[in-house]
């Protein structure tokens, strides 16, 4: 089925250890973006990517590296992971640069950081 | 940097009724786009509405629409005649036209439903 897929669903890292987070789309779209979910803080930018090769930083960069491989994966590293990054993480992607197309989420990995 | 804003972290709604959420923007740009997306305990985002700042016609689908006044920087999403299954987390968000397709969440607001 056509979407956006994450891996892993669900993880549980210890403080220190590190972990990236795949995500996928075979629709063809342009912009990606991760963002992660916190209670009471709603859905909080991480890093997103306009186009293939671009990645800017969103309103929480710190502690995370993104690389965009190429148009279908936009991956999401954390290099030594805090209590902090315990969270749901989500994938999302759109199609063009212009006009209010809609955004297609993942199903969200859920991240423990103990 | 924009921002989204919205202030009711929790709203409940009789069945059959209405309810509004509310939502407010901060941005310098003149072109942008609005969305409310919805979020069921599933925690799948599922759009429910999206309106185009150029348009001052208020954006509609069934029952749901929404109050977009681009001055006041505000964007109220109604629900007529709430139905159990609209209750979920309900999402504004804004997204940059200028900025690389930067799209930006509010903090939501749960929307419990009570028949």
């Known amino acids: 089925n056509a979407g956006v897929t994450q891996t892993p669903k669900f993880q549980v890292l210890k403080t220190g250890q590190s972990m990236t987070l795949q995500c996928a789309q075979d629709?063809?779209?342009?912009?990606m973006y991760w963002y992660r979910q916190d209670p009471g803080m709603g859905l909080r930018l991480i890093y997103y990517s306009a186009s293939e090769g671009t990645t800017d930083k969103g309103e929480v960069p710190n502690g995370y590296n993104v690389s965009r491989l190429n148009k279908r994966e936009f991956s999401l590293r954390l290099e030594s992971a805090a209590p902090s990054q315990t969270s749901v993480y989500f994938c999302a992607s759109i199609r063009h640069l212009s006009g209010a197309n809609v955004l297609t989420f993942g199903a969200g990995s859920r991240l423990t950081v103990l | 940097a924009q921002t989204v804003t919205q202030s009711q972290p929790e709203m409940s709604v009789q069945e059959a009724e209405t309810v509004t959420l509310s939502c407010t923007y901060d941005t310098s740009e003149s072109d942008y786009y609005l969305f409310w997306y919805k979020q069921p305990p599933s925690r799948q985002m599922i759009l429910v509405i999206r309106?185009?700042?150029?348009?001052?016609q208020n954006a509609t689908e069934n029952r749901f629409s929404v109050n977009f006044q681009k001055a006041a920087k505000s964007f109220s999403l109604k629900i007529s005649d709430s139905q159990l299954g609209d209750a979920a987390m309900y999402f504004c968000?804004?997204?940059?036209?200028?900025?690389?397709?930067?799209?930006?969440f509010g903090a939501g607001t749960i929307l419990r439903v009570k028949s």
């Open positions: 968000a804004y997204r940059s036209r200028q900025y690389g397709n930067k799209l930006v």
């Open positions: 309106q185009e700042a150029y348009k001052q």
């Open positions: 629709m063809n779209h342009n912009s």
